[in-house]
T-cell receptor
Framework: EAQVTQNPRYLITVTGKKLTVTCSQNMNHEYMSWYRQDPGLGLRQIYYSMNVEVTDKGDVPEGYKVSRKEKRNFPLILESPSPNQTSLYFC???????????????FGPGTRLTVL | GQQVMQIPQYQHVQEGEDFTTYCNSSTTLSNIQWYKQRPGGHPVFLIQLVKSGEVKKQKRLTFQFGEAKKNSSLHITATQTTDVGTYFCAALHGSSNTGKLIFGQGTTLQVKP
């Protein structure tokens, strides 16, 4: 089944404790992206990757890191989480190509993160 | 920076009534996509509009892209309880070969049976 998977689905952690949220897709998509969703703010893009070893900042990259060493995986790293990073996080992927934003995005199930 | 404003934020309707959500931008958009997120779920792609004045239909859903490509709307005719959820528009930020996307704030639709 074609899908985007994220782990963990739920995480409660404390300020400053490094964490990684994994994202994997099995559709051979070139483009992958991370979003956070907060009430009243919609989805805001954190980072995106147009292909392996190529990553770029979205609208809200501060406090986050990503890597794209393999096509299928795009982990989101919070080196020192803070309470304002408490949010619902979605990973997404799409075909990519020369006009990546013209393709349908497939979203993962989401990761609900709470930073105390 | 570039923004896409979506209104209304919430809408409560009686089953059978119509519903419309609007997305507006101060700059010309290359394309616009629409997504639906059911309660507790993840966004799911509905449609993409690219051409000026484009109108597309999916059963009871009608999507429009403005002539100036600065606004778009999603209209649902005769809502059903299965239409409940949050509807988002998304647009390209900047040139067409970037991967930066901006989403509207979303419109949450509640349908009373």
């Amino acid at each position: 089944e074609a899908q985007v998977t994220q782990n963990p689905r739920y995480l409660i952690t404390v300020t400053g404790k490094k964490l990684t949220v994994t994202c994997s897709q099995n559709m051979n998509h070139e483009y992958m992206s991370w979003y956070r969703q907060d009430p009243g703010l919609g989805l805001r893009q954190i980072y995106y990757s147009m292909n392996v070893e190529v990553t770029d900042k979205g609208d809200v990259p501060e406090g986050y890191k990503v890597s794209r060493k393999e096509k299928r995986n795009f982990p989101l790293i919070l080196e020192s989480p803070s309470p304002n990073q408490t949010s619902l996080y979605f990973c997404a992927s799409s075909l990519g190509g020369s006009r990546p934003s013209y393709n349908e995005q497939f979203f993962g199930p989401g990761t609900r993160l709470t930073v105390l | 920076g570039q923004q896409v404003m979506q209104i209304p934020q919430y809408q409560h309707v009686q089953e059978g009534e119509d519903f419309t959500t609007y997305c507006n931008s101060s700059t010309t958009l290359s394309n616009i996509q629409w997504y639906k997120q059911r309660p507790g779920g993840h966004p799911v792609f509905l449609i993409q509009l690219v051409k000026s004045g484009e109108v597309k239909k999916q059963k009871r859903l009608t999507f429009q892209f403005g002539e100036a490509k600065k606004n778009s709307s999603l209209h649902i005719t005769a809502t059903q309880t299965t239409d409940v959820g949050t509807y988002f528009c998304a647009a390209l930020h900047g040139s067409s070969n970037t991967g930066k996307l901006i989403f509207g704030q979303g419109t949450t639709l509640q349908v009373k049976p």
